[in-house]
């Protein structure tokens, strides 16, 4: 194995172990850390491929602030904490969906980047250049769609939470 | 790499963490001589010369000071925040230039420790990190003050944090490169602060809330909250603390200095072989500046109220960052697109949207009483936008 397999093995194995460690923690805040870690493996595994840009935005935007973002909302709410009140009967539920997410994501992937093809990536480099080009000229209309439904799911949320009076 | 490389690395790590050590213990010292003038006050005076150990002095005492962990503390939650609350400053501090080369045993080694492509990004990356360290002081402490201050500080430095980058966003449309060493050679002629200056105002404003300096310092108002997020530490994870507070605000200044002001170019008064010791001195006194004007800053204004600082950040802080984007934006493109022609478009386009801007703004600047917030705080003279 190559130095770069071996760090692929590293980050994959403490990443899906942090993994597992987010749904299976007693405490919803060290679950939030442990999704840190995830996050940070993930990132890591960008920097591996080459993807310095999107590894480090990765880092900015996940690490960076939306998990600051559930701790502020554990904080702010007084969310129960601890396991007890946590706990509910859908866990069957949730490990097949969950199973189920994954088989489709490996389907997906498998057709859309056949292992064979791995070669076709080694020269690869997504500099920041690249990225902007695909994003703002071959990809224009996806990501537009992409922030326009953030801007609604925004809106919903200070709609959702703001109480007006009724004068 | 072969060893003697692995070697100067090494060295070069070195340098630069205990450089950044002996630096904060100045800047500390500096802070608290240049309060005490402010107030007539003599400040630290019998450690070392003038009182330049104080710090040392200090952090000796805090290092054999009693450890007291508070029974309701998440332990280990409460043992790792002081450590994510030093790093990040030490971290971004790794793509700052301080310098220009040394040529040492035929090697030339740059004055930087890493020159990513991404710098900018790097930056922000590492100073979203340095929300951690308060949130997770905060909440496994198991006590009211300090969550209120993690509580406070998170939702603050998300919002500040988002007009820093505006301002770096600006200066990367106008220089074309996330590169450090780049963006210094972008400033071969004029320093970015001269066409950047709103940018350069809206970073150190965002910088001092990042920093949790006052007058933002809302995570540990002591007249409300105690001392807020640290209230429980003590000893040597409190004295990490105040270490992480004041290396984060070190590497602050060296980012505006590298970003605005021409990073370590100055005027040459050394030559030949010790012909690095100039930009070295002018990036240090550079810092030096923009640290005096922060304590300036700290030491005249009273801290904010919390409500109007989250008003100023969103409000005035966010907008205006946007509004400076999109020109920075017009500036950087027109030109491009239209030769000099495109120079006077924008031109023209600057000022006509000035003089609108100031044409409508005072039809937003007072609210009718009616509208005030149902908390029932006096909202008339709020923040304008």
Same mark, same amino acid.
Request: no cysteine; proline share 5%.
């Given at each position: 194995m190559?130095a770069?397999?071996y760090?692929?093995t @590293?980050l994959?194995? @403490?990443?899906?172990?942090?993994a597992?460690a987010?749904?299976t923690?007693? %405490?919803?805040?060290?679950?939030?850390?442990?999704? !840190? @870690?995830?996050?940070?493996? !993930?990132g890591?595994?960008?920097?591996?491929?080459g993807?310095?840009?999107?590894a480090?935005?990765?880092i900015l935007?996940y690490v960076?602030?939306?998990?600051?973002?559930f701790?502020?909302?554990l904080m702010l709410?007084?969310?129960?904490?601890?396991r007890?009140?946590?706990d509910?009967?859908?866990r069957w539920?949730?490990?097949?969906?969950?199973?189920g997410?994954f /088989?489709?994501?490996?389907?997906?992937i498998?057709?859309a980047?056949?292992v064979?093809d791995?070669?076709?990536?080694?020269?690869?480099?997504?500099?920041?250049?690249?990225?902007?080009?695909?994003?703002?000229? %071959?990809?224009?209309?996806?990501?537009? /769609?992409? #922030?326009?439904?953030?801007?609604?799911?925004?809106?919903?949320a200070?709609?959702?939470a703001r109480k007006?009076?009724a004068? | 790499?072969d060893?003697?490389?692995?070697?100067? =690395?090494v060295v070069?790590?070195?340098?630069v963490?205990?450089?950044l050590?002996?630096s !904060?213990?100045l800047?500390?010292w500096?802070?608290?001589?240049?309060?005490?003038?402010?107030?007539?006050?003599?400040?630290p005076?019998?450690?070392?010369?003038r009182?330049?150990?104080?710090t040392l002095a200090?952090?000796?005492k805090?290092?054999?000071?009693?450890g007291?962990?508070?029974?309701?503390?998440d332990? $280990?939650?409460?043992?790792?925040?002081?450590?994510?609350?030093?790093?990040?400053?030490? =971290?971004?501090?790794c793509?700052i230039p301080f310098?220009?080369?040394?040529?040492?045993?035929g +090697?030339?080694?740059?004055?930087?420790l890493a020159?990513? %492509?991404?710098?900018?990004?790097?930056?922000?990356?590492?100073?979203?990190?340095?929300?951690?360290g308060?949130?997770?002081?905060?909440?496994?402490?198991?006590?009211?003050?300090p969550?209120l201050? *993690?509580?406070? #500080? #998170? *939702?603050?430095?998300?919002?500040y944090?988002?007009?820093?980058g505006l *301002?770096l @966003?600006a200066?990367?449309?106008?220089?074309g490169t996330?590169?450090?060493s780049?963006?210094?050679?972008?400033?071969?002629?004029?320093?970015?602060?001269?066409?950047?200056?709103?940018?350069f105002?809206v970073?150190?404003?965002?910088?001092i809330a990042?920093? %949790? +300096?006052p007058?933002f310092?809302?995570?540990?108002a002591?007249?409300?909250?105690v001392a807020?997020?640290?209230t429980?530490?003590?000893?040597?994870?409190f004295?990490?603390f105040?270490l992480?507070?004041?290396?984060?605000?070190?590497?602050?200044?060296?980012?505006?200095v590298?970003?605005?002001l021409?990073?370590?170019?100055?005027?040459? $008064?050394f030559?030949?072989a010790?012909a690095w010791?100039?930009?070295?001195?002018?990036f240090v006194l550079?810092?030096?500046?923009?640290?005096?004007?922060?304590?300036?800053?700290?030491?005249?204004?009273?801290?904010?109220?919390?409500d109007r600082l989250?008003?100023?950040?969103?409000?005035?802080?966010?907008?205006f960052g946007?509004?400076?984007?999109?020109?920075?934006g !017009?500036?950087?493109?027109l030109?491009q697109?239209?030769g000099?022609r495109? +120079?006077y478009?924008?031109?023209a386009?600057?000022?006509?949207?000035?003089?609108? /801007?100031t044409?409508?703004?005072?039809?937003?600047s007072? +609210?009718?009483?009616?509208?005030a917030? $149902?908390?029932g705080q006096?909202?008339?003279?709020e923040?304008?936008?």
């Open positions: 190559s770069q397999e760090a692929f @590293v994959a194995v @403490v990443g899906g172990l942090s597992i987010v749904v923690a007693r %405490n919803v805040v060290h679950a939030a850390l442990y999704l !840190v @870690v995830t996050l940070l493996s !993930v890591g595994v960008y920097l591996l491929l993807a310095e840009f999107v480090w935005v990765q935007i960076g602030a939306i998990v600051i973002l701790l502020f909302g709410t007084k969310a129960p904490i601890g007890d009140t946590l509910n009967q859908q539920l949730g490990a097949l969906v969950g199973v997410v /088989a489709g994501l490996v389907f997906l498998q057709e980047f056949p064979q791995a070669e076709r990536f080694e020269t690869f480099h997504a500099t920041t250049d690249a990225v902007g080009e695909s994003i703002f000229r %071959n990809y224009v209309l996806p990501f537009e /769609a992409v #922030s326009f439904l953030l801007l609604a799911a925004l809106i919903g200070i709609v959702l007006d009076d004068s | 790499m060893w003697v490389g692995w070697a100067i =690395l070069r790590v070195a340098i963490f205990f450089g050590l002996i !904060v213990m800047y500390i500096m802070e608290r001589k240049v309060i005490a003038d402010m107030q007539t006050r003599v400040g005076l019998r450690a070392g010369p009182g330049v150990l104080i200090d952090g000796i805090l290092f054999f000071k009693e007291i962990t508070p029974t309701a503390a332990h $280990p939650v409460y043992a790792v925040a002081p450590i994510l609350a030093m790093f990040p400053g030490f =971290l971004a501090f793509v310098g220009t080369s040394v040529t040492l045993f +090697r030339e080694i740059p004055f930087q020159d990513l %492509n991404i710098g900018i990004l790097w930056i922000l990356a590492m100073t979203s990190l340095s929300v951690y308060v949130v997770l002081a905060g909440w496994s402490s198991g006590s009211n003050y969550l201050g *993690a509580v406070r #500080s #998170s *939702a603050q430095m998300i919002s944090e988002v007009g820093m *301002a @966003v200066v990367l449309m106008y220089s996330l590169r450090m780049e963006l210094i050679a972008a400033q071969d002629t004029v320093w970015n602060v001269i066409p950047q200056f709103p940018a105002v970073f150190l404003i965002g910088a990042e920093t %949790n +300096r007058p310092d809302l995570a540990e002591e007249s409300e909250l807020g997020f640290h429980e530490y003590s000893g040597i994870k004295a990490m105040y992480g507070e004041y290396v984060s605000t070190v590497t602050v200044a060296a980012v505006a590298t970003l605005f021409g990073g370590w170019r100055g005027w040459w $008064p030559d030949g010790v010791i100039g930009p070295l001195l002018w550079k810092i030096t500046a923009v640290i005096y004007v922060l304590i300036l800053v700290r030491a005249t204004l009273p801290r904010m109220r919390y989250m008003n100023f950040g969103w409000k005035v802080l966010i907008p946007l509004v400076w984007v999109m020109i920075t !017009v500036v950087v493109v030109p697109e239209y000099n495109g +120079r478009i924008a031109g386009v600057i000022v006509g949207a000035a003089a609108l /801007a044409l409508v703004a005072p039809l937003f007072h +609210r009718p009483a009616s509208e917030e $149902p908390g006096p909202e008339g003279r923040v304008r936008a």
